[in-house]
């Protein structure tokens, strides 16, 4: 548990997000089997497809805001209109995002199941998202645990929500029914988040406050647009050159390691903001960034060697014998979790530390090793050669990260907060 004492007050985020994170990997774990049990191989497949895109251009037209909220919210002359100015910039986005999704599926994706799931998302995933990531953002920014945590939470369970709706309501559902059916239940979501942060709406959206934003979130964009598909552009390339019934069990062999995943940014969540708090107020953060690394290395090793030798028994008892060529698939993109895991924490460090443009090249460093390997590898090989091709790409990356944030505490003199070189204010992140 990591312990951050500031004036005497005692606190435990990760602790918490870590039993919110169990709960989500419990609920998204339901989704999963739901969506593979209901769709097929084929039909999950549209909805992979589908998603990657769509989130990719989210995160886009987003302009790095998920990231830059969380960065700005703790700056003293920023912090009231934080909010209000990234909700204002919303309706813009959602709309630029809408039309690059239906223009993407008639260019990518004219006559494929893909495309009208893609156009599903656009209508009201899209707008929604966008809304609800910017409230989530600054509750984290402002390390609001109890309400971030339940949000995450609920936002899990709307997508199990979703599907059982469609089923219980369509006799014979495609992915784009389900698209939809996300989408509404997201923006009932975005609904509930207005009222939760209706004492953050009373200012104002500032145009300097924008600049801010946008002068963090565009250093951090290149990595996000990579972060957020970050297990799935091997999806996004497989649904270019594959048949969707093929993305389909390779969905399901990823589904049984994204339990790893999901801890590893539980400790990047808790870790982005503190550090930030720390960096602005001037206190050395260099052990707390060595024990960050230490704890997330310890973790994410423990998790990951059970699932890769357990997974692949898992999968045709949970998800069905159609997908039982995505056994051995499952058993490499496991092992790929571990260095996924750490290319997540230390991106957030990274960020944390005020370095967002390290954190993106550091990320973009896998995407340039994932097409190419994915598309020499899954030709010979199929799902096993892009369950390759991701673990040398993680790998690659979690490399280039280490090493930028190697660069980055070399170059940075410690900070001191009171005379005579005793820090001012002490968080233990251990």
């Not at 030798?309 to 698939?329: D, E, K, M, N, Q």
Request: contains cysteine.
């Amino acid at each position: 548990m990591w312990v951050i004492r500031r004036t005497g007050v005692t606190s435990s985020p990760l602790f918490a997000i870590t039993a919110s994170t169990g709960a989500v990997v419990a609920i998204g774990a339901v989704a999963g089997v739901g969506a593979a049990r209901l769709l097929g191989p084929s039909g999950r497949g549209d909805l992979a497809g589908a998603f990657v895109w769509a989130g990719l251009l989210t995160s886009i037209v987003g302009l790095g805001f998920d990231q830059s909220v969380v960065f700005v919210a703790n700056t003293p002359r920023h912090k009231r209109r934080v909010l209000t100015t990234a909700l204002a910039a919303a309706p813009l986005q959602a709309l630029v995002g809408s039309a690059l999704c239906f223009g993407l599926a008639a260019l990518l994706f004219p006559e494929s199941g893909i495309g009208e799931t893609l156009r599903a998302y656009a209508l009201v995933w899209v707008p929604a998202t966008l809304v609800q990531t910017a409230i989530i953002s600054i509750l984290q920014g402002q390390q609001r645990w109890r309400e971030f945590n339940l949000s995450r939470i609920v936002l899990a369970l709307s997508s199990v929500s979703a599907i059982l709706a469609i089923a219980l309501l369509r006799r014979a559902p495609d992915a784009a029914d389900v698209a939809l059916a996300q989408g509404v239940s997201v923006a009932c979501l975005a609904v509930v988040l207005i009222w939760i942060t209706r004492r953050d709406l009373r200012s104002f959206p500032s145009l300097s406050t924008f600049g801010k934003l946008v002068s963090y979130g565009l250093r951090a964009l290149p990595g996000l647009g990579f972060y957020a598909v970050a297990l799935r552009l091997d999806q996004a390339v497989l649904s270019l050159i594959a048949p969707a019934a093929l993305l389909g069990k390779y969905v399901v062999a990823g589904a049984v390691s994204a339990a790893v995943v999901p801890v590893a940014s539980s400790i990047g969540m808790a870790a982005f903001p503190a550090l930030a708090s720390l960096r602005h107020v001037g206190t050395d953060y260099r052990g707390a960034v060595s024990k960050i690394l230490r704890r997330a290395i310890l973790i994410l090793g423990a998790l990951s060697v059970p699932v890769a030798i357990v997974g692949p028994f898992l999968i045709v008892p949970v998800f069905g014998s159609a997908y039982a060529g995505a056994r051995v698939a499952s058993a490499v993109l496991a092992i790929a979790a571990f260095p996924l895991g750490l290319m997540i924490v230390i991106a957030d460090v990274l960020r944390g530390l005020g370095r967002p443009g390290a954190a993106s090249l550091g990320q973009l460093v896998g995407a340039l090793v994932t097409v190419p390997a994915v598309l020499i590898l899954v030709p010979a090989f199929g799902i096993e050669g892009a369950a390759v091709a991701s673990l040398v790409a993680y790998s690659c990356s979690a490399v280039a990260l280490a090493w930028f944030l190697w660069r980055a505490l070399e170059g940075e003199t410690p900070h001191r907060g009171t005379p005579g070189g005793r820090v001012g204010e002490e968080r233990d992140l251990a």
